[in-house]
Structure formats: C-alpha cells, structure tokens
DNA sequence: CTGTTAGCGCATTCAT
DNA sequence: ATGAATGCGCTAACAG
C-alpha cells in the first residue's frame, strides 16, 4: 500500500508537522489560513491519520476485544451486534475471537488482543478461573464480563437474572398443571448452568415435586443425543431445557420416538434467539435481552476506560417469559 | 493499564534491547546463556511485545478486516467463522463491522479499518459500485470479496456459482413434475440476487413454464410480506426463494393462510443455514459452503498479501442440492 | 554474537 | 500562532 503520512501533508500545504497535527486534532489553535491550506493539501492527497502512530503515542487504541465462545451461535451473534453498534457510535472499533470454550484457545487469544493494545476487553469464557486474566485485571485491564462470570474474579458484568428466569418457566409450568421435571442443562463449569441448577433444586427442594437434573451442553446435538437415549421420559410432565438450542435438539429427538410436543411433554428452552418462534411447535422459553447486553456491557466498559473506574459494577438484567407452543395445559 | 516494554526486560536480564529483540522474534542467533536470562525476565514481567509498536515498525499489522451486512445473519457468521479460524492459524486477526448494507455505513467503516493500516479486506458490501474502494484497490490495498462482487471492479473473489444453484433447484422441481414457478428474490441490486435472477429467466425463456420473479429482501419478513400480500399463489407449483430466511417467511405466511408446504405448494430456499434442516417442513435448498467461504477467501488474501499479487484471482465454489420436505411430487 | 542508533507516524512539549 | 525537537516500543542496519 501507499504512505502518505503528515510529513507529505505537510510539505505540500507547506507548513509544520505539529501545525498539521494541531488543525486534524484540533489540539491548538490555528489561523484559518494555513488551516485552510492543510485541509486542502489533505483531500488532494486522500490523507487520513495513521491511527496506529497515533495509538503508539496516545496509548490508547480505541479498540475492544471480544472474547466469546463462537460466533455462530446466533445468542452471542446478537450480544456481538448490541456490542459493536454501541462501541462503533462512540469511536471503538470491535475486535474479537472465538474461543470455543477451549481455555487454551482462550488465553491464547488475550495474549494476542492484548499485545494489539486493546482498551477494554468483553469476555464470555469458559467458567473456569482464569489466573491469566485475573492477573491482568489486577494490572489494570479493564474488563467486563458478558453472560458469564468467573469465579474468584472481582469485576464489573452484564448477566441476567437466571434464578428469575428459571423461577418464570416454573410458575408457568406450575399454574398449568405439570407437576414433574426434568432439567436437561448446559455446560456443567459454566456460570449460567450452575445459577440455572441452584434456581431450580432450590425451588424443588419443598419436596412436592419428581425432578431430575443432568448437564449435556449447549448445543442442538447434545439435547437429541440426551433425549434420544433417555427412557421413560415420559414420566415428567414437563422437560426444561438449558438454552434453545437444547431444546430443539430435545424437541427433534423426542418426535422421532413417536411422542408429541406439547401434547403429551412441554418443552422449554432459554435464550429465545430469533428462530425459537418460528420453530415446530413455537418455542415457549425465556427471553434474554441480547441485543442489549451487548449495549450495556459496551457502555460499562467505556464508562470504566473513561473515569479510570477501578470499582467493579454489576448489571443484572429481567428476563422476560415467552409463553408459546411447545407447553400445555395437563389435563388435572 | 501498566507498560512493560522492551526496556524493562532488557534491564532485569541485563542485556541490550536487541539482544531481547533478537531472541523473540529469533531474527538472529543469540547465545545460550543470554537467551535463558532473556526467557526469564519475560516470563518474569508476564512481557507480551507490543504489535502495535511493531506494526508501526514492519510496516505490516497481522491484522484483516471484514465487511459484511450484519453478524447476526447466520449465513455470513459461518463465513466469519471459517475466515477467522483460517487468518488466526496464520498468525492474523479479524477486525468487523457490520453495514447493514449502508453505503455511507461501508464507507465509514472502510475508513476506519484503513487508519487501523489493515493489512487486507474481505468485503461484503451492497451491490452498487463503490468508488473509494475502487480507488484504495488500484493504490494497492489488497482485498477480496465474497459472495457479491462489485461491478467494475477488477479485483479477486470467492462466491458460488448461482446459476448452477437455481438449475439445480429447477432440474429438481421439474423432474418432480413442477411446472410453474414463482420467484421471490432477495435485494435487487446484490450480486447474488442478480445472478440468480439471470439463471431463473435464463431457464424460463424456452417458454414452457408459467412463471414471476420479484425482488424482495433477504430476510425473514421481506418473504413474509411478499407471501401474505400476493394473491393465487396457489397458481404455481412451486416458489423459489432468494435465501432460506425468506422461505421461512413464505412457508409462515402460507400456512397463515392454510396452505400446506409441501402438499399444496413446494417451497425451496438458498443457503442451507444450520437451521433449515430443522425446520417443519425441513427445508429443500441448496447449499453454499459457508464456512469454505470463508477460509478460502481468507486463503486467496494472504496469498495476494505474502506474494504482493495485483493479479485478481477468482474462485467459484459448487453448490449443492439438498432435498428435504418441501418439496413434492406433483400428481402429474 | 552483542550493543548502539536511527526511524516508523504522530502528538506534544518547548521555544519563539 | 507556529516550528523544532522529543519519544511512544520496536526492528534492522551498523559497528564492533
């Protein structure tokens, strides 16, 4: 590629270096006349500011890292989305990586975000402690974690409320007549799993009714793999699932074997992604404001580069129940 | 956050900063006994280099950016996926933004990756010519598009072969007996919608088929509208869609209407998202290798940036049918 | 093999 | 209000 740098823009307009800088950041004053000549000598040479050079100077990159499972999960896709328009309104630029839950994968990818000087970093890892990542904050790294928080880490997060949401499905399910569950989860390390278990044993500890619970992952394969191969199933009223995805999975799996949803089992899922309510039958789940974890995280995050917060914030955000096909009434 | 450069490891392990530099990057032997002192001191003060100050230096940032519609669409988040899973094993990051296909969006964004000195683009943009591009591409910026090319622009890409899709889905509607077809096409100014276009009159004109084309949106609603406004649609066959987000939206709005997919109508699709095969009815589409995309366009950009090709190159993948339960055989 | 030095592009003193 | 000089962190060319 070419390099027109301000050395060029300047001997064209013929002025200083410092007098270019000075009218493109506005940093000092400058007459309009020379002021004029630059601006002109830029457009005729198509000048724009190395942002590199810059970042070197400035230590500030205006960039954010976003460390996520995968891309392609249409949850994180939407968090991404909320992320990138808020960070690009403000003049950050998002730069990110799947890690696949792979802790390997994921410290590899903080060294590099890292040495590209990143100002922020949004993570959704693994649940796992990571030491690295720990040490990092206590260096002064500004972190927000998204959806997931890691043990032992003091940091500001964007999670929802997964012991209401677990509680929301629950009293639907109840006021409707099921009285048996069975909990097909997610990842058993992971943050969101775990409070979704706690939520549930605790609301089924009064005794009055069958539970059981098991943790798959995240995943279409892992709730058909769960259903294809669990039997008597149709001992519960009702099966909840870690994340709609597992759902459909589950969903998939139980039509095969001949049983119907809703008629003779409710299914519910976790997330409500976009396609859960176009789904055979329509995914009756809860819906996690994704588009707007991505937001609020974003902001908690520039806020935090911004004042040189140290203090760690939390934001717990309201699921909302989305009451669709895939449950029903019992007959009692 | 804290600065430990390449000075404070020089001083701990008592040598030059060339030596240190030197061992890191092993661009010349260095003994034994100074590269251990080096190692420790590294490991030590938890040093990572700086690959801005490098980028500064060499000239090249290790870093590639994408421009692309919108994340959120599962079709180009697989191609995200495959091109970050290919640049990262390569030593590269990806940098995104999503455009919404704004033009002033693409622009904008285009500015930004340039400043951040990208070292290559992968583009995805809307149809229209788009001259700023243009001209960075004859400066030398190395880029290569995917899925839609822009015209007038000579430059490499990776896309799939449209006509050969829209035959295939014909070839099978026709050997099914189908003899009428309705299309219901993406944006009109894409590339792909274009080609696709083409090949569908292209195989129309021998005059033997009743048929329509319209140009809608790629998108759920966009098919949606355009099914729930239309009138004796029952007339055709078959409706072929642009993508398989608006064959989700035909199928919705037929069966609003109590029309059955597939007994009374075939519907198909383009794209083959993860999802499509889980869809009720599952959806008869052809697939585009997504995640290939991907990585062979990320493959083509490295090659144009290691070697300094100004020679385009172009790549064109092959669909594939996949008959599922939207389609019939007709009673003919 | 190792240390010293220049310079990548820019913003910011410090002079004037 | 403007220009000259310094240094951000690093690599490579240059001396030993």
């Known amino acids: 590629m070419k390099k027109v740098s301000i050395k060029d823009v300047a001997k064209l307009s013929g002025v200083s270096i410092s007098t270019v800088s000075r009218v493109l950041t506005g940093s000092a004053p400058v007459s309009k006349e020379l002021t004029e000549k630059v ?13 590199i050079a810059r970042s070197l ?16 999960n249409p949850f994180f896709a939407h968090i991404v989305r909320g992320a990138e328009d808020y960070l690009r309104k403000h003049g950050y630029t998002l730069i990110f990586g799947s890690s696949d839950q792979d802790k390997n994968e994921e410290n590899h990818l903080l060294d590099v975000l890292l040495s590209k000087h990143i100002d922020g970093l949004l993570f959704t890892g693994s649940g796992d402690s990571n030491p690295k990542l720990l040490r990092k904050i206590e260096q002064g790294l500004k972190v927000v974690f998204l959806d997931r928080i890691i043990r032992g880490v003091n940091s500001s997060y964007v999670i929802v409320d997964n012991k209401k949401g677990i509680n929301l499905l629950l009293d639907h399910l109840i006021e409707n007549g099921h009285e048996s569950f069975l909990f097909v989860n ?28 098991y943790f798959t992952g995240f995943s279409y394969r892992a709730g058909y793999n769960f259903a294809s191969q ?12 870690g994340n709609d995805l597992i759902a459909f999975g589950v969903i998939d799996a139980l039509e095969e074997k001949g049983i119907h949803v809703p008629e003779q089992i409710s299914v519910t899922g976790f997330d409500d992604i976009p396609f859960s309510k176009h789904y055979k039958p329509a995914l009756t789940t809860v819906r996690q404001p994704m588009y ?15 004042e040189q917060l140290s203090t760690a914030e939390g934001i717990i955000l309201d699921p909302e129940l989305v009451v ?3 449950t029903r009434r019992t007959k009692i």
Chains 1, 2 share one sequence.
Do not use: W
């Open 57 to 72: 100077r400035n230590g500030a990159t205006k960039t954010i890292g976003f460390i996520l499972p995968d891309i392609t």
């Open 324 to 326: 669709r096909e895939s």
């Open 186 to 213: 997610g990842d058993k390390n992971t943050f969101s799993a775990k409070q979704r278990h706690v939520a549930f044993m605790e609301r089924m500890k009064s005794g009055k009714y069958k539970h059981e619970h």
């Open 39 to 51: 601006i002109k000598a830029v457009q005729e040479l198509g000048y724009s500011p190395s942002s």
């Open 292 to 306: 707007e974890m991505g937001q609020k995280a974003s902001e908690l995050l520039l806020l935090m580069i911004k």
């Open 230 to 241: 669990f039997d008597d199933i149709l001992e519960f009223d009702a099966i909840l699932c």
